[in-house]
């Protein structure tokens, strides 16, 4: 385990690693309801974006940028598999993609952290082919390791947190902190008051966490036996009888507090997490909505879908909070960070990807100007390329590019 930034030990406040995380909800957001104008402290948001009130100021809504590679290809997959590459993909039964931004990161900075990157879901992965004849898999994934192969989703959180913690054989009966309590109460003797406080803070945190992956991985023992009981594979099995979270808030929250950890921790400084695939079939009782969320996107101007996309805002928020109580000197992890959030379209009614969905949380220690509403709709195809923000998310982050994607050029004003 790494530890929290330590004024006895450390001294002066380091400026922190940079971590980055893409956060991802399918089939497009309420328009006239996604919108934020001004800076700063002034900046107003729409309807959609409200949530995201108290961290507005670490906030940037933009506005306009396109997957120009994902256009007129048809709908749903061809414009979901290339969304974080900018990479044509291919028809047919041999899918074809290309690196996405989070694992070009992982590929740079990832050995500096025992594990280069997380990537989690909390919605099953689709097999076969969608009716353009494009792959599902290309709805199913955000996160590419290479051109034909696009990286496993973790859907189990005690299994993401099991791999984050190297908690193999025996070890996932004995807590994280029993292996490093002897170290902890070293430390203790060695720090001032403040420090100690932050210390506990930090190991109650951790776990806190670890004690739902306690009752998850056993949930889904007795998922493995009920599933080899009816001779079914655990995949076949309907949610929660595959021993995933019941509830998709309780899922989504425990895989955002498992990035905060790992980012805190430093066990990673690269996250994906997919809220709700491209078609998704997640329902949502709890919003009083009767439509799944695909077949809600259909009708994205009406309020049902509207409730659907400020729930995944509120997710946003969450993970960004969490983030921003993690002290690192003057700063925090979320200052530290860069979170990107994003939809595979604008409009899920019209199948509309002319533009899609942008935000980003957190000033990568610094590097990067927040409190933003930018707009680059009329901008010219070639000056609103999402590659091209890209390029200037890694440029902050020492990754430095000639190109990537369809794009050479950084994105103007970012």
């Not at 966490?209 to 655990?234: D, F, I």
């Not at 610094?366 to 010219?380: E, I, N, S």
């Amino acid at each position: 385990m790494g530890l929290p930034w330590l004024e006895s030990l450390h001294g002066a406040a380091p400026e922190g690693p940079q971590r980055f995380a893409v956060l991802f909800m399918g089939t497009g957001i309420s328009p006239g309801r996604w919108w934020a104008k001004g800076s700063g402290a002034a900046m107003e948001l729409g309807e959609s974006l409200a949530p995201l009130e108290p961290v507005k100021s670490r906030l940037n809504v933009i506005d306009g940028l396109f997957n120009k590679e994902g256009t007129g290809q048809g709908i749903h997959p061809a414009m979901t598999g290339n969304l974080l590459s900018g990479v044509p993909i291919r028809k047919g039964s041999i899918i074809h993609g290309g690196i996405t931004i989070d694992q070009m990161l992982a590929n740079r900075i990832g050995q500096d952290t025992q594990q280069p990157s997380m990537v989690l879901a909390c919605e099953r992965a689709m097999t076969g082919f969608h009716e353009s004849n494009f792959s599902n898999a290309y709805s199913s994934h955000i996160s590419w390791q290479s051109a034909d192969s696009p990286v496993p989703n973790e859907m189990y959180p005690s299994l993401a947190f099991d791999s984050l913690f190297e908690n193999g054989g025996q070890l996932r009966n004995t807590s994280v902190l029993d292996r490093v309590k002897e170290h902890a109460a070293s430390l203790r003797g060695r720090i001032n008051a403040t420090d100690r406080n932050k210390l506990d803070e930090y190991l109650a945190s951790v776990r806190e966490v670890e004690r739902s992956m306690e009752r998850l991985r056993t949930e889904k023992a007795r998922a493995e036996e009920r599933a080899s009981r009816a001779g079914r594979p655990l995949s076949a099995m309907p949610r929660p009888a595959d021993g995933l979270p019941e509830d998709i808030r309780d899922h989504i929250r425990l895989m955002s507090d498992i990035i905060a950890l790992g980012f805190q921790t430093d066990r990673t400084r690269v996250a994906s997490l997919l809220l709700a695939r491209d078609l998704s079939a997640i329902y949502y009782p709890f919003l009083g909505v009767s439509r799944q969320h695909h077949g809600a996107s259909h009708y994205d101007t009406e309020a049902d879908y509207q409730k659907i996309v400020r729930f995944h805002v509120e997710q946003l928020l969450y993970l960004a909070q969490r983030l921003d109580a993690m002290k690192e000197g003057e700063r925090s992890v979320l200052d530290n960070s860069c979170l990107l959030f994003l939809s595979n379209m604008w409009s899920g009614t019209k199948h509309d990807n002319k533009k899609v969905p942008v935000l980003t949380l957190g000033g990568l220690g610094g590097k990067l100007a927040t409190g933003r509403a930018l707009d680059y709709f009329t901008a010219g195809d070639d000056n609103r390329k999402l590659c091209s923000l890209y390029l200037g998310i890694m440029d902050r982050m020492g990754v430095v590019l000639p190109q990537f994607g369809d794009a050479k050029a950084r994105l103007a004003g970012f």
